[in-house]
């Protein structure tokens, strides 16, 4: 069975900076690295969204709104990805939820709760 595990969130200021990280729980490195991960966030009220994404060739597919503050990334040996958020606004305020995809199956974390607020 596949777990996917966050954790990061909490809550920041505007203009504030967290970064998020996202695993494959008792994953090792071979297993890890045949995902596709990406990060997608839901305010209440509104559709799960795409924030950040690494494509299945490699590159990184990052929203508009987040362009320019969010940097993804990712350590193979510690099989990890992360959401470095700068400049954080009120409008970020989400739960962040870690995907894994393999071929058409997707696997989702519980999501961590992100609040930008003063």
């Known amino acids: 069975q596949v777990q996917i595990v966050e954790s990061g969130g909490g809550l920041v200021q505007p203009g504030g900076s967290l970064r998020l990280s996202c695993t494959i729980a008792?994953?090792?490195?071979?297993?890890?690295?045949?995902?596709?991960m990406g990060w997608y966030r839901q305010a209440p009220g509104n559709q799960r969204e795409l924030v950040a994404t690494?494509?299945?060739?490699?590159?990184?597919n990052v929203a508009d709104a987040v362009k320019g503050r969010f940097t993804l990334s990712k350590n193979n040996s510690k099989k990890t990805v992360y959401l470095q958020m700068n400049n954080l606004k009120p409008e970020d305020t989400a739960v962040y939820y870690c995907?894994?995809?393999?071929?058409?199956?997707?696997?989702w974390g519980q999501g961590t709760q992100v609040t930008v607020s003063s």
């Open positions: 008792r994953a090792i490195l071979s297993t890890f690295t045949q995902y596709t």
């Open positions: 690494f494509t299945s060739g490699g590159s990184t």
């Open positions: 995907r894994g995809a393999k071929g058409e199956n997707y696997y």
